[in-house]
């Protein structure tokens, strides 16, 4: 139980384009996910918590309208990188919180992530 | 501001040693205290701890939190290359399940 997919894995677009990440909850319906970054060698670093059917609420220092957040379902939250630049290139990994749910650690369980890289 | 720290940042060992990685934290509501492990990919859940002194184990992994002085430890016995990873301590202090992640420790097992 608890498997959380993530698509594409890998993307790499031209500068100025915009990229939509999928994360979703294969098993269980999460009201919480959760958007992280991380570049090489550091660690995650959260960008954003997104409650379904509620706007996302964004750590700071990260910018709302370039870092679009959906989520519309219990298990599916969207991600999108507008006009999006090389400094933006990174791995991004959704996580999806079960709550307590039989069977599951009340904890988050992670997506494969993303690589993104853009030119 | 929760603070999460991890030490060693980095360590290199040979198979069939045992480590030790510590995770100290500060929080203002502690809800638990989780250990993640990274290789290439996403972060894998391996435990999760809310209360003292009860240890947490599987297989050769184990771990075990204080709440008084406020760390924890991740402990693996008889090391393989397969240990080898980047090992992350997270801590749960919300009431949305937001974690705070530490620098991680950086595991390297030769054969």
């Known amino acids: 139980g608890a498997v959380v997919s993530q698509h594409p894995s890998r993307v790499i677009c031209k500068s100025g384009t915009s990229v939509k990440i999928e994360c979703r909850s294969l098993?269980?319906?999460?009201?919480?996910m959760f958007w992280y970054r991380q570049f090489p060698k550091q660690s995650l670093m959260l960008m954003a918590t997104s409650n379904e059917g509620s706007k996302a609420t964004y750590e700071q220092g990260v910018e709302k309208d370039k870092f679009l957040i959906n989520h519309a379902s219990l298990t599916l939250s969207t991600l999108t990188v507008t006009s999006a630049h090389p400094e933006d290139s990174s791995f991004y990994i959704c996580s999806a919180g079960t709550g307590l749910l039989a069977g599951l650690q009340e904890t988050q369980y992670f997506g494969p992530g993303t690589r993104l890289l853009v030119l | 501001e929760d603070k999460v720290v991890q030490s060693p940042l980095s360590l290199v060992v040979h198979e069939g040693d045992t480590v030790t990685l510590n995770c100290s934290y500060e929080v203002t509501n502690f809800r638990s205290l989780l250990w993640y492990k990274q290789e290439k990919k996403a972060p894998t859940f391996l435990f999760m701890l809310?209360?003292?002194?009860i240890e947490k184990k599987s297989g050769r992994l184990s771990s075990i939190l204080d709440k008084k002085e406020l760390f924890s430890i991740l402990n693996i016995t008889a090391t393989q290359t397969g240990d080898s990873a980047v090992y992350l301590c997270a801590l749960s202090g919300g009431s949305n399940y937001k974690l705070t992640f530490g620098k991680g420790t950086l595991l390297t097992v030769n054969p």
């Open positions: 809310t209360s003292s002194g």
């Open positions: 098993d269980f319906q999460a009201t919480t």
